[in-house]
Nanobody, 126 residues
Framework: QVQLIESGGGLVQAGASLRLSCEAS????????MGWFRQAPGKEREFVAA????????YYADSVNGRFTVTRENAKNTVFLQMSSLKPEDTAVYYC???????????????????WGQGTPVTVSS
């Protein structure tokens, strides 16, 4: 069955950079948008970034815009989240998600995604 597996999380200091990866397997991912979400302790899961199948369309939450970059390498069924200038408020478990034929104006709506990874924790110390 379809699986999404995140990796790359860890403990870093404020101002550092970190790259997360999400490898998809067990399905066909053509025309599939992929998104990144995060959930901090005691808080609701929130949208971070998303990218279209072609990579031509990306969308970011205001809180990370200019600091995070989402890319994908379709030959490896992998999406990346490059994070820079990390802040303590970026501390959360980061999840990737996928859905075929998702319109760009719906990228931030987590209920529309069909598949989810198990998450990878990111901790940013001050």
């Amino acid at each position: 069955q379809v699986q999404l597996i995140e990796s790359g999380g860890g403990l870093v200091q404020a101002g550092a950079s970190l790259r997360l990866s999400c490898e998809a397997s067990g399905g066909t991912f053509s025309n599939t948008a992929m998104g990144w979400f995060r959930q901090a302790p005691g808080k609701e899961r929130e949208f971070v970034a998303a990218i279209s199948w072609s990579g031509g369309t990306t969308y970011y939450a205001d809180s990370v815009n200019g600091r995070f970059t989402v890319t994908r390498e379709n030959a490896k069924n992998t999406v990346f989240l490059q994070m820079s200038s990390l802040k303590p408020e970026d501390t959360a478990v980061y999840y990737c998600a996928a859905r075929r034929f998702l319109s760009s104006n719906s990228y931030s709506i987590q209920g529309l995604y069909d598949y989810w990874g198990q998450g990878t924790p990111v901790t940013v110390s001050s």
